[in-house]
T-cell receptor, first 114, second 115 residues
Framework: EAGVVQSPRYKIIEKKQPVAFWCNPI?????LYWYLQNLGQGPELLIRYENEEAVDDSQLPKDRFSAERLKGVDSTLKIQPAELGDSAVYLC????????????FGSGTRLTVV | GNSVTQMEGPVTLSEEAFLTINCTYT??????LFWYVQYPGEGLQLLLK?????DKGSNKGFEATYRKETTSFHLEKGSVQVSDSAVYFCALSPVSSSNTGKLIFGQGTTLQVKP
């Protein structure tokens, strides 16, 4: 069984440019999460989806961050415009319905803003 | 609010040494507790979990016991191997979020095991 797939693995962009990250969860996992992991820190939840609905986006900085999960399967997280402080690892995770199963994480996308 | 505090790293041990990584938490009620491990270049993997007081989670020789009285969930292993070198994260799922999978993580502890 394929795990949670994220792309790209690494991204370097200049500040003020847009960037997008993609995530394909485990087949059948209705719940999808985006976490932000700053260097030397634990992951922090940005947004959680149940199917195509964002049910918890309270930690998402909505002035520059957006996310979508149009068909309730794969998801895209976007930053526009990126700032230097956005340099971090962006992790996607998924779990079985209503988050009852354990979270399975992808390998993450490491973003560097220069 | 809910929070998790882990011991500072890095922790450097020789192979076959005993490992303890301390984790304490702040939460209301009885959260679920987890240890995740992140090997170099890989995503976080669930190592073990405990969902109620006095439960012991175990996997791959690692153990942790849910201690409500000390609000702790310390990770232990009797004999570490070089392959255990990784970053270990303690996490909790708040009672209010027990059916959401939402996790609150500690800052992580890096373990280096030398041959």
């Amino acid at each position: 069984e394929a795990g949670v797939v994220q792309s790209p693995r690494y991204k370097i962009i200049e500040k003020k440019q847009p960037v997008a990250f993609w995530c394909n969860p485990i087949s059948g996992h209705n719940t999808l999460y985006w976490y932000l992991q700053n260097l030397g820190q634990g992951p922090e939840l940005l947004i959680r989806y149940e199917n195509e609905e964002a049910v918890d986006d309270s930690q998402l900085p909505k002035d520059r961050f957006s996310a979508e999960r149009l068909k309730g399967v794969d998801s895209t997280l976007k930053i526009q415009p990126a700032e230097l402080g956005d340099s971090a690892v962006y992790l996607c995770a998924s779990s079985s319905p209503q988050g009852m199963g354990p979270l399975t994480f992808g390998s993450g996308t490491r973003l560097t803003v220069v | 609010g809910n929070s998790v505090t882990q011991m500072e790293g890095p922790v450097t041990l020789s192979e076959e040494a005993f490992l303890t990584i301390n984790c304490t938490y702040t939460a209301t009620g009885y959260p679920s507790l987890f240890w995740y491990v992140q090997y170099p270049g890989e995503g976080l993997q669930l190592l073990l979990k405990a969902t109620k007081a006095d439960d012991k989670g175990s996997n791959k020789g690692f153990e942790a016991t849910y201690r409500k009285e000390t609000t702790s969930f310390h990770l232990e292993k009797g004999s570490v191997q070089v392959s255990d070198s990784a970053v270990y994260f303690c996490a909790l799922s708040p009672v209010s979020s027990s059916n959401t999978g939402k996790l609150i993580f500690g800052q992580g502890t890096t373990l280096q095991v030398k041959p």
